[in-house]
């Protein structure tokens, strides 16, 4: 007699789109609104407001740290941003072998390694606090991997942590091996607070996958990591600034839009999946781009502009508005970070939100195990002889 589940299978839409596999008190995206949430607070309040290390308090903990419990988080993730010599010995060879591909391919391999020498254990077998623990040291060590490796891939010495700054600042530190200015490292905390948690993305719910196996918390990252590599998901901070290179000069925006509207292309930096307003990211990264200036700046709100415009123009009643991408790369840029590097600093700070959702899981002890609908040839048929 078949089981329960296969007598009664349920056709949910491709992809899963719009289905709800579990509840969550991390947070929520509201699409129509164009607000998005971390727990009871505003994303982007909490951007403009507190410091990265607070909202990831707020992430692990379900709360914001009190100072007392702000200086000791700093104090002890800090500490946990140096890596283990063995870890360290291998990262030459791991940036060498992915020359090619980037540091976000080499820190798939590199934090496996850490989980590893860690001896990190499955989260089945862990308490919530040991859980907590293993996440807080995988969160502290992926920005030192992640800059060590891009400039080991530059033939540049790796720029150790310093305790003695917050989580951005230090981030720029170790990746351009100079003091980080005041100015543009608020500017990447924002930007990194402002994409810390955005919901049941596919890396998200990949790393959710894993953690219901029970797997260890590395190996939930690791598997988060590789879904974001995908160009549908993390890889396109730098292409919308691909954009503005190709269309050039402020004559040409018009012309090459419409081109590209009649055609029916894909315009990076605009659209989302979610929203049907304006992305609350990219309004908050927008004011951020035009407190620098600049005509690169002014370049891009024009283009955005005229995006909006034409679209109006030439297909009514469609909506479409700039993403995080869009100002992201700019504000990106405007920093001094390298191309190569936006899609990891994403990654930066997308880590504590996996993190977070993981240990969610963890508490759940049910393995997210959907089902297919088989559509080959009928079975069984015959084996044929050699």
């Known amino acids: 007699m078949p089981s329960t589940a296969e007598a009664a299978p349920l056709d949910v839409p491709r992809g899963l789109a719009g289905v709800v596999v ?49 200086a000791a988080f700093l104090a002890r993730t800090a500490a946990l941003r140096l890596l283990p010599d063995d870890v360290r010995a291998a990262l030459p060879a791991i940036a060498r072998a992915g020359a090619a591909s980037g540091p976000l391919a080499g820190l798939r391999t590199a934090l496996s390694l850490l989980g590893a020498s860690a001896g990190l254990r499955p989260v089945y077998d862990i308490d ?11 969160c502290a060590a992926v920005p030192t991997l992640l800059t ?60 959710r996958v894993i953690a219901s196996t029970g797997a260890d918390v590395v190996a939930c990252l690791t598997g988060a990591i590789g879904a974001l590599s995908g160009p549908l998901h993390g890889g396109a901070p ?25 055609a029916g292309d894909r315009i990076m930096g605009f659209g989302h999946p979610v929203y049907r307003t ?17 005509p690169l700046v002014e370049f891009a709100v024009q283009v955005e502009k005229d995006v909006v415009a034409i679209l109006a123009e030439l297909k009514p009643g469609r909506e479409l508005h ?38 969610e899981q963890s508490a759940d002890s049910k393995i997210i195990r ?7 040839p009928p079975p069984p048929q015959p084996v044929p002889a050699v």
């Open 238 to 262: 730098s292409r919308a600034l691909d954009t503005l290179d190709a269309i050039g000069t402020p004559d040409r925006i018009q012309p090459w839009i419409r081109e590209r509207v009649l």
């Open 278 to 294: 304006e992305d609350p990211r990219s309004r908050m990264l927008r004011s951020i781009a035009e407190g620098f200036g600049g």
């Open 370 to 376: 959907p089902a297919a609908r088989y559509v080959g």
């Open 148 to 207: 060590a490796l891009y400039r080991l891939g530059r033939g540049l010495e790796p720029v150790e942590p310093r305790a003695d700054l917050p989580y951005a600042a230090n981030y720029l530190h170790m990746l351009t091996g100079t003091e980080p200015d005041p100015v543009k490292a608020r500017a990447i905390e924002r930007y990194l607070i402002s994409t810390i948690d955005h919901g049941f993305n596919a890396s998200t719910f990949t790393g």
């Open 322 to 359: 700039t993403n995080v991408e869009f100002y992201a790369g700019l504000v990106m840029e405007l920093c001094g970070l390298p191309r190569a590097m936006f899609t990891p600093t994403f990654c930066a700070a997308r880590v504590i939100g996996w993190s977070a959702n993981i240990l």
């Open 22 to 70: 579990t509840e969550t008190a991390l947070g929520d995206v509201r699409g129509r609104e164009g607000f998005y949430h971390y727990r009871q607070f505003s994303a982007v309040e909490l951007a403009e407001k507190r410091g990265f290390e607070d909202v990831w308090h707020l992430m692990f903990y379900g709360r914001l740290p009190d100072p007392a419990e702000r």
């Open 128 to 138: 919530a606090d040991a859980r907590r623990a293993d996440a807080l040291a995988a």
